[in-house]
């Protein structure tokens, strides 16, 4: 049973997904909160008014709950699920940096898809952004997964 189980998550990477997932949802947790603290602290409320889909203070809050919540799982799968290996005179310091790097692009690259439904869920029924983050961000996990593991690991590193 478990060499079927190690067959399957070698082929698949079904636990590797899973831990990255959690490293995301970390991730999004804390972006979450930065997210309800802000607008606890800007509009006093978690339900912001309607018409501030296109309000420039929402998404600079948007942005500053992205960047927290992905350096956040950044650190939890670079620490935890990915086991690195130092290439060349670059070392694994400079090499943090760059994956780090990297890994802000991924995520930003998804960024305006999860930010546009946020968006679209509050200007047109209402929805207060924290939830509409939430429904942004599940769209985009599988990409996410995907682009993170090609883009910014796959060239050096073994899982764990």
Same mark, same amino acid.
């Given at each position: 049973m478990r060499s079927l189980v190690v067959g399957v998550d #070698?082929?698949?990477?079904?636990?590797r997904m899973a831990k990255f997932?959690?490293? #995301?949802?970390?991730?999004?947790?804390?972006?979450?909160?930065?997210?309800?603290? !802000?607008?606890? !602290?800007?509009?006093? +409320?978690?339900?912001? /008014? #309607?018409?501030?889909? !296109? !309000? /420039?203070?929402?998404?600079?809050? +948007?942005?500053?709950?992205?960047?927290?919540?992905?350096a956040v799982a950044f650190c939890i799968n670079e620490m935890v699920n990915i086991r690195v290996q130092a290439h060349g005179a670059q070392g694994r310091a400079s090499g943090v940096?760059?994956?780090?790097?990297?890994? #802000?692009?991924? +995520?930003?690259a998804g960024k305006p898809i999860i930010l546009v439904v946020e968006l679209v869920l509050l200007a047109l029924l209402g929805v207060s952004p924290v939830l509409g983050l939430m429904v942004g961000a599940m769209i985009c996990y599988p990409v996410m997964y995907l682009a993170s593991m090609h883009f910014v690991w796959q060239s050096h590193t073994t899982v764990s």
């Open positions: #070698q082929k698949y990477g079904v636990f997932g959690m490293a #995301q949802l970390i991730g999004f947790l804390i972006a979450e909160g930065v997210l309800a603290l !802000s607008l606890m !602290s800007y509009y006093h +409320n978690f339900w912001v /008014p #309607q018409d501030s889909y !296109s !309000s /420039p203070l929402l998404i600079g809050l +948007n942005l500053l709950a992205f960047v927290v919540g992905v940096f760059f994956r780090f790097l990297k890994y #802000q692009a991924v +995520n930003g």
